[in-house]
């Protein structure tokens, strides 16, 4: 696991409770827009500290980072690599992620598998929940057993392993804190990614090898995602900080990093591999 976590303050300013309701619930939509920016560690936990009062904690955190560690396939060539520098509209890729926490990850630990999906100017993503087991079996093109709900996602994950010859490629893994919107922006999530981490080898998820930085540890990728618009809140905090939208895939950035791949528009400067 690793050694350090985004710390911030944590009053909130008072507001309403948030009143429930399924027809904003209906509005929410795998269909997503998405902003990043790259902060100094001291001004991500300042802008953390701004947006606290107007979001809720996501339901992994509770108010504290938790570490996310998550293990990316790809082709013999990296076809979902090149895919994404050369900027087609239509593409996918898969990955395993793990939520870590102080249980150590076993056969029967629950994991997610995702495609993830760029169409044109939006991102769709579709998971399953496995035992780990099952997770490395799927993704070994192997038929597994599912709830009736995740079927269609098990059938297109060992569809896609099978046509391309997926294979483990990359692990990366940070430390996250995250907030949702309320009923007042449904949809609207911010994340807050630090000590950013990557291996290219010693591709196990339940490894305790830490991997190297790929992004200096001063600083934190603050990523915005929303169904259909920014609110106006958010872009003037953001902009009262000076933050600059970055063109970063975690990905790309390990494959960068690790020397498998020509520097591209998602390499982020000044993060030669380190310790």
């Not at 290219?200 to 929303?226: W, Y």
Request: net charge positive; aromatic share 8%; charged share 30%.
């Amino acid at each position: 696991m690793m050694d350090t976590a985004l710390a911030v303050g944590e009053e909130r300013a008072a507001r309403p409770a948030p009143v429930a309701s399924s027809a904003l619930q209906a509005v929410r939509s795998r269909n997503r827009f998405e902003l990043k920016y790259l902060l100094p560690r001291e001004r991500a936990a300042a802008l953390l500290t701004e947006v606290l009062p107007y979001m809720d904690d996501d339901s992994h955190g509770r108010g504290t980072p938790y570490v996310i560690t998550s293990l990316y396939y790809d082709t013999p060539d990296l076809r979902c690599y090149w895919e994404k520098v050369d900027g087609l509209k239509n593409r996918r890729k898969l990955r395993v992620r793990h939520y870590e926490s102080t249980v150590g990850l076993r056969p029967d630990s629950r994991v997610y598998v995702e495609v993830k999906q760029r169409i044109n100017r939006t991102t769709q993503k579709r998971r399953a929940e496995l035992p780990y087991a099952a997770a490395q079996a799927l993704c070994a093109g192997e038929d597994v057993d599912s709830e009736p709900s995740q079927a269609a996602v098990v059938r297109e994950v060992r569809a896609f392993v099978n046509a391309f010859r997926l294979e483990p490629v990359s692990i990366t893994s940070y430390y996250r804190r995250a907030l949702v919107g309320t009923d007042h922006d449904p949809g609207l999530r911010i994340t807050f990614d630090s000590d950013i981490r990557y291996r290219s080898t010693d591709l196990s998820l339940d490894s305790r090898n830490p991997g190297r930085h790929m992004v200096p540890p001063e600083q934190v990728v603050v990523e915005i995602k929303a169904n259909d618009h920014i609110p106006r809140w958010v872009t003037a905090l953001v902009g009262a900080h000076n933050a600059r939208v970055v063109r970063i895939s975690k990905y790309c950035q390990s494959i960068e990093v690790a020397g498998r791949a020509p520097r591209s528009a998602f390499h982020l400067p000044q993060t030669e591999a380190r310790s």
